[in-house]
């Protein structure tokens, strides 16, 4: 039994015990175990959750029956329905939770259970549970917190590596200047990665600047919050002094002009910034982007209230309204004028770019045109060959993917291409041998890598351990 459980309680005494996977033959003393744990907790009576994955397909939950199995099967299934009613236990769980069997159970004592449901997901096999309770917490100790390990008062979340001020060149004389063999060889494994993140931390922080605060609250310059201050002083003294009021006026509408000059300024400047840091810092660009969109109309189909605009002026528009609460308007003198014509129209006009109609097969003919291009990453295709009919089909799939390859302008690299056979029977050789594009035959090694991963053609990972246990050894004796 073995289960990955989140438990969120408060004010609650928790006693909690994992159970690892048990052999079979060792069913009987594991539930003896859970028995032993439970009589040993002091009365009142606890509240009891048992989870995990028993395995029990052949019990019907619904009228607590074993239906089929084998003699091992019935015993253990026997077992753990005594089990159960000894401790007045209840399994709430009744939709399956992986394929079309329950085999992810919750046991409990306590009946006071608001929902459970149950997920799909695809981060494993196994569906995913959700179990709410409300259990009376009132007039129980909170248990005394457990210390936990103080957090870094420094990490390395707080340096800005993006910054164009960080000394990369001192930073790495200083990390190539440590003598590391001496720091880490009669430490342990932990000690060790302390030590190295210590040392790194100490030398980023000497040479990386620190981030901002981050903080959202708009901080106001210097010269503007002077320029404000002597504004409100001015605006209560043309209140009282009638006879320079005009004055007065007209320093204001000065300083006001000043402050508007300020903002635009700042503006093109966090723009010049941003624009500047496409390259270097786009996380940063598209931050100061979102920031300016006043619009969040999608882009084909676009929709205004809910309908679809279809009009190509009107996208147009759209398009170009969208791009303007981001930029300012572009200088002159970088515009680029493309006198590319768009037809072959014998009438004499200007050409613009909405009379110009473009569809995905004009895209992909025009692919087509380019030079040849490179397939997409490896390719994978399979077959269980029990018969020389099943290699026929598999060469087949084979030279439908070259085909496919040819009509999309792709080629592949047959000399990289690969066979691994998986044989039931060790000492059984594949007869039939498979063709590349050529017409050569396809190697057909003992083992291949994918992703990372050795796979070896007696369906084990040997081959991928030893060579993993190889290259730990070689970085522990350097």
């Known amino acids: 039994m073995q289960s990955t459980i989140n438990v969120y309680t408060r004010s609650t005494s928790l006693t909690h015990k994992k159970t690892g996977p048990p052999a079979c033959t060792d069913f009987k003393t594991t539930l003896e175990n859970i028995r032993t744990v439970l009589d040993k907790i002091p009365p009142p009576s606890p509240t009891i959750f048992i989870t995990g994955d028993f395995n029990f397909p052949t019990i019907n939950w619904a009228n607590d029956t074993i239906n089929g199995g084998t003699s091992a099967d019935k015993s253990q299934a026997r077992l753990l329905l005594t089990f159960i009613e000894d401790y007045c236990l209840t399994q709430i769980i009744h939709s399956p939770t992986r394929l079309n069997n329950i085999l992810d159970l919750f046991l409990t004592n306590e009946h006071i259970i608001h929902d459970h449901e149950t997920y799909h997901t695809n981060l494993s ?234 569809t995905s097969h004009n895209i992909t003919n025009a692919i087509k045109t380019l030079k040849t291009n490179s397939a997409a990453d490896d390719t994978r295709t399979s077959r269980t060959i029990n018969n020389q009919d099943d290699a026929v089909l598999l060469q087949k799939d084979i030279d439908t993917i070259y085909k496919w390859a040819a009509m999309n302008n792709m080629a592949f690299n047959h000399t990289k291409f690969e066979h691994l056979t998986y044989n039931t029977n060790p000492s059984d050789q594949p007869t039939t041998s498979y063709t590349a594009p050529d017409g050569s035959p396809i190697t057909n090694p003992s083992k291949v890598q994918d992703l990372g991963v050795c796979f070896s053609s007696d369906a084990t990972f040997s081959a991928h351990i030893a060579t993993t246990a190889k290259k730990a050894h070689s970085q522990l004796e350097a």
Request: with cysteine.
């Open 125 to 358: 096999d196994h569906n995913l549970t959700t179990v709410t309770t409300s259990i009376d917490t009132k007039g129980l100790t909170e248990p005394a917190r457990v210390s936990r390990a103080p957090v870094p008062d420094f990490t390395f979340s707080y340096l800005n590596f993006y910054n164009k001020n960080v000394d990369w060149d001192a930073l790495r004389a200083q990390i190539a200047a440590i003598d590391w063999l001496s720091l880490l060889t009669p430490k342990s494994v932990d000690a060790q990665h302390d030590t190295i993140l210590s040392l790194l931390l100490e030398a980023c922080i000497t040479h990386v600047p620190r981030r901002s605060s981050g903080s959202n609250t708009t901080t106001i310059p210097r010269d503007r919050r002077a320029l404000m201050r002597t504004r409100t002083r001015l605006r209560k003294k043309s209140a009282t002094n009638q006879h320079d009021r005009d004055l007065i006026n007209a320093k204001i509408d000065r300083i006001n002009t000043a402050l508007v000059n300020s903002v635009s300024n700042e503006l093109h400047l966090k723009e010049a910034k941003a624009v500047a840091s496409i390259k270097t810092n786009p996380k940063f660009f598209y931050k100061y982007a979102f920031t300016k969109l006043k619009t969040h109309t999608p882009v084909s189909p676009l929709t205004v209230n809910d309908n679809i605009i279809t009009n190509p002026q009107a996208i147009s528009n759209i398009i170009k309204d969208q791009y303007k609460t981001v930029f300012s308007t572009l200088l002159p003198s970088k515009v680029i004028h493309d006198k590319t014509s768009f037809s072959n129209s014998p009438i004499e006009r200007e050409e613009q770019l909405l009379d110009v109609n473009i």
